[in-house]
């Protein structure tokens, strides 16, 4: 498997040659695309062929290209994932209203008790609220405990005054974290043969990426978790460096330690088989046992 982020931070010219992404910015420097889950473009001071970014997206790596701010803005993502493609399309559009449902309902149960894991790690009475949250959820989450664990997990994590509206170095930490996941979750959704605008609950006609809205879901708080450790009083090159290095903790799914990467690759396969086969017990969370 695909292992390593790529991050280019200054002018560049980068292209393709026999296997390899070569970059030049004055030194030639050659990396093996077989070794390569994510290329982040940093900035707009980078020239690139053609070529290159054929052979990325036959690869399946997720490019992702950042603004003038060093903020990232888009993806490349390829128009087929899977030689099956036409009938995973016909599958999705086929799940069922009841499977959708009970596959959000784990999710949303999960991504809350992550969150109660989070508030534990700080001796966080409002963790055992997040529990009661958890034994309250309804069949497609009808009353919102998502919402309101969110808002509780949020005050208790980082103040009372904190809001997630607000301007500020955590609410830029954690969206950059929260997109550099998405865009992980769109690539495997793709490679899947699936597509990501046709979502389980998120169903904004404005987002193309409603899928992987829903399945990121639990591992936002791998974001959270290390957005609280470093705090960052600004949001520049080494704070988005200490974030994007999530990609490569590791964490226990099915039975064995895995980078987050490899982690959301099984994690979206045993959504699409718990969706495909109408059984919830084929997914598999990840646990933060190290």
């Given at each position: 498997?695909?292992?390593?982020?790529?991050?280019?931070?200054?002018?560049?010219?980068?292209?393709?040659?026999?296997?390899?992404?070569?970059?030049?910015?004055?030194?030639?420097?050659?990396?093996?695309?077989?070794?390569i889950a994510t290329l982040l473009i940093e900035t707009t001071s980078v020239s690139l062929t053609?070529?290159?970014?054929?052979?990325?997206?036959?690869?399946?790596?997720?490019?992702?290209?950042?603004?003038?701010?060093?903020?990232?803005?888009?993806?490349?993502?390829?128009?087929?994932?899977?030689?099956?493609?036409?009938?995973?399309?016909?599958?999705?559009?086929?799940?069922?209203?009841?499977?959708?449902?009970?596959?959000?309902?784990?999710?949303?149960?999960?991504?809350?008790?992550?969150?109660?894991?989070?508030?534990?790690?700080?001796?966080?009475?409002?963790?055992e609220m997040l529990r009661t949250y958890i034994n309250e959820l309804q069949f497609g989450d009808?009353?919102?405990?998502?919402?309101?664990?969110?808002?509780?997990?949020?005050?208790?994590?980082?103040?009372?005054?904190?809001?997630?509206?607000?301007?500020?170095?955590?609410?830029?930490?954690?969206?950059?974290?929260?997109?550099?996941?998405?865009?992980?979750?769109?690539?495997?959704?793709?490679?899947?043969?699936?597509?990501?605008?046709?979502?389980?609950?998120?169903?904004?006609?404005?987002?193309?990426?409603?899928?992987?809205?829903?399945?990121?879901?639990?591992?936002?708080?791998?974001?959270?978790?290390?957005?609280?450790?470093?705090?960052?009083?600004?949001?520049?090159?080494?704070?988005?460096?200490?974030?994007?290095?999530?990609?490569?903790?590791?964490?226990?799914?099915?039975?064995?330690?895995?980078?987050?990467?490899?982690?959301?690759?099984?994690?979206?396969?045993?959504?699409?088989?718990?969706?495909?086969?109408?059984?919830?017990?084929?997914?598999?969370?990840?646990?933060?046992?190290?």
């Amino acid at each position: 498997m695909s292992w390593r982020t790529i991050v280019i931070s200054n002018t560049a010219k980068l292209d393709y040659q026999m296997g390899y992404l070569v970059v030049r910015q004055g030194n030639v420097t050659k990396i093996h695309l077989g070794e390569i889950a994510t290329l982040l473009i940093e900035t707009t001071s980078v020239s690139l062929t053609v070529a290159l970014l054929s052979e990325l997206t036959k690869k399946k790596i997720k490019v992702i290209f950042c603004d003038e701010k060093r903020n990232p803005s888009s993806e490349l993502i390829p128009y087929y994932g899977s030689h099956d493609t036409s009938n995973k399309v016909r599958e999705q559009i086929k799940w069922s209203d009841d499977i959708k449902k009970a596959v959000w309902t784990e999710i949303v149960a999960e991504k809350i008790r992550k969150q109660a894991e989070h508030l534990d790690r700080y001796g966080k009475s409002e963790a055992e609220m997040l529990r009661t949250y958890i034994n309250e959820l309804q069949f497609g989450d009808e009353t919102n405990r998502e919402g309101h664990a969110a808002k509780v997990y949020f005050n208790a994590l980082f103040g009372v005054d904190f809001t997630r509206t607000a301007e500020n170095s955590i609410n830029a930490a954690l969206n950059y974290g929260y997109g550099i996941i998405l865009s992980a979750f769109n690539r495997e959704i793709v490679a899947n043969g699936y597509i990501t605008q046709l979502g389980l609950f998120h169903d904004n006609m404005f987002n193309q990426f409603n899928l992987g809205s829903d399945l990121m879901e639990p591992f936002r708080p791998i974001v959270d978790r290390k957005v609280k450790m470093i705090l960052p009083q600004i949001f520049e090159h080494d704070q988005k460096m200490q974030v994007l290095s999530i990609m490569q903790d590791e964490v226990k799914i099915s039975g064995r330690y895995e980078n987050v990467n490899n982690a959301i690759k099984i994690y979206c396969k045993s959504i699409f088989d718990a969706l495909s086969e109408n059984d919830i017990s084929l997914i598999k969370f990840y646990t933060n046992e190290l």
